[in-house]
Every structure is written in structure tokens, then in C-alpha cells.
């Protein structure tokens, strides 16, 4: 018989004042504005700078930053073959980041075509936080959320537990 305690969705942490639980995000996710100042740092330099980044909140998700493409440094995103699907938000096509000899494959990614509810989304870039050098939201490191799906960024304020880790996957 297959263990079934390992799919049961955990006890969300209680959030504090100013504090978002990722429990009380919506799904399907929602897409809100930000005017914060988002930073990603790569190959020892700014890749991209902005304060008109917007960011997908999903249940049990850390949220996830997209930044305006214009935004990122000229020639940094290089379009790879593959692709994947999300249900909401539509057919993601990815990208790798370069700088100089320093290449993170796959470690980006946009939808050139969102679905209808996710315009927000056209001519924005997401980044893995984990493959960066580092990323930051006004002047705070961010931590990468665990797996290499996902791709969530975890700031102070942002309560779990959180979707990624191994023996997540069923919740």
C-alpha cells in the first residue's frame, strides 16, 4: 500500500504581522504589479534592474518575479530549444543567461503567448534565483526555493512550508 502520509498537505505556518503565508495564495495564481526594486546578478555583474517587475502568487509557492525584458542587459538571455506547460499560465519558452564564459542553461524563462487572464506575463522574464549569483527585492537576498521547478523567491516575510523540496511534488 502506498504511503499517503506523504501527499497530505502540511500545517501551514502561521503568518505573522507583515507577513503573506504562500497558503493563502490563490489558484489558479494571480499576477500583481510591483514597483519594488528587483536586482539579479550573474557572471559578476547586474543582469537586470527594475522596478516594474510584476509577480505570480500560487498556492504554497514561493512568488515568483518576472522582470521586464527590456530591463535585462543586452545579449545576457540567449532562446534554447524546449519548452513546458503550465496550465494557467501557458507554454513557457525558455532561456539561457551568459555572461562572458559563465552560462546558466536553462535558467530562465517567458511566455510569448499567455493565456487569456495572464497578459501581465507578455515580455516578462523569470529567472531560478538558485542559478543566479544572487537576486534581490529592495536591497534583501532573496533565497531560492528548493527543486528545480519551481523556481520561487523566498524574502523575509514570506511563510511556508513551501512546494519544491523532495517528497513535495503530491501536495
Avoid at 555583474?45 to 518576472?66: C, D, F, G, N, Q
Avoid at 530591463?71 to 551568459?98: I, N
Wanted: aromatic fraction near 12%; charge should be negative; glycine fraction near 12%.
Amino acid at each position: 500500500m502506498p504511503d499517503s502520509s506523504r501527499f497530505r498537505r502540511p500545517l501551514p505556518v502561521q503568518p505573522g504581522p507583515g507577513e503573506e503565508s504562500v497558503w493563502e495564495y490563490p489558484r489558479p495564481p494571480r499576477v500583481e504589479p510591483r514597483d519594488e526594486r528587483v536586482v539579479i546578478r550573474f557572471g559578476g555583474t547586474v543582469i537586470a534592474e527594475s522596478t516594474a517587475a510584476v509577480r505570480v502568487l500560487e498556492t504554497s509557492h514561493p512568488p515568483v518575479y518576472y522582470v521586464p525584458a527590456a530591463d535585462f542587459s543586452p545579449g545576457v538571455l540567449v532562446p534554447v530549444d524546449g519548452t513546458t506547460m503550465c496550465e494557467f499560465k501557458g507554454e513557457a519558452h525558455y532561456l539561457d543567461v551568459r555572461v562572458g564564459d559563465a552560462v546558466a542553461g536553462a535558467a530562465a524563462w517567458t511566455y510569448p503567448d499567455p493565456r487569456p487572464g495572464y497578459a501581465p506575463l507578455f515580455g516578462m522574464i523569470a529567472v531560478y534565483p538558485g542559478r543566479m549569483d544572487a537576486c534581490e527585492v529592495n536591497g534583501v537576498p532573496v533565497q531560492a526555493q528548493e527543486g528545480d521547478f519551481y523556481g520561487g523567491w523566498i524574502t523575509p516575510g514570506i511563510v511556508g512550508p513551501f512546494k519544491g523540496a523532495p517528497g513535495t511534488r503530491g501536495w
